[in-house]
């Protein structure tokens, strides 16, 4: 195992997973595969679930107290934002709004899963 020399800055390297906690596995579990999220562990009857997001991971971990309310977004870039509406379309999922240009140079869109985590689908525009 390589240390760094005492001194040196770390530097950020990427987002290794996101959690978002859930009231019920079954219906998030449903949700993010029928997005296409490969499961990697857990499944709709456990209380932790993780699924690949690339190289990073989004995890699911069951909630049974306290409120759970909005806390921000998640951005996943995909390769094609309008295949990636079309499927959540298919799947029965309601996005926000249809893809979009935004001035900062992303075509996106956002769905908001069961528990109100909200996600934005973004491509960088060429």
Same mark, same amino acid.
């Given at each position: 195992?390589n240390?760094p020399?005492a &001194?040196? =800055?770390? *530097?950020?390297?990427g987002l290794?997973a996101?959690?978002f @906690?859930?009231?019920?596995?079954?219906?998030?579990v !449903?949700?993010?595969?029928?997005?296409?999220?490969?499961?990697?562990? &857990?499944? =709709?009857? *456990?209380?932790?679930t993780?699924?690949a997001?690339?190289? @990073?991971?989004?995890?699911l971990?069951?909630?049974? !107290?306290?409120?759970?309310s909005w806390?921000g977004r998640v951005?996943?870039?995909?390769?094609d934002?309008?295949?990636?509406?079309?499927k959540a379309?298919?799947a029965?999922?309601?996005?926000a709004?249809?893809p979009?240009?935004?001035?900062w140079?992303?075509?996106?869109?956002h769905?908001?899963?069961?528990?109100?985590?909200e996600?934005?689908?973004?491509?960088?525009?060429s």
């Amino acid at each position: 195992m390589n240390l760094p020399s005492a &001194g040196t =800055e770390p *530097e950020i390297e990427g987002l290794s997973a996101v959690t978002f @906690s859930t009231r019920d596995m079954r219906r998030a579990v !449903h949700f993010y595969q029928a997005l296409g999220f490969s499961l990697l562990h &857990g499944g =709709e009857n *456990e209380a932790f679930t993780s699924f690949a997001l690339g190289r @990073s991971f989004l995890n699911l971990t069951t909630e049974t !107290h306290g409120p759970i309310s909005w806390w921000g977004r998640v951005i996943i870039y995909v390769s094609d934002v309008d295949a990636m509406y079309r499927k959540a379309l298919a799947a029965g999922i309601t996005p926000a709004f249809t893809p979009r240009d935004a001035p900062w140079n992303e075509r996106y869109f956002h769905v908001s899963d069961p528990d109100g985590h909200e996600l934005s689908f973004a491509r960088p525009l060429s």
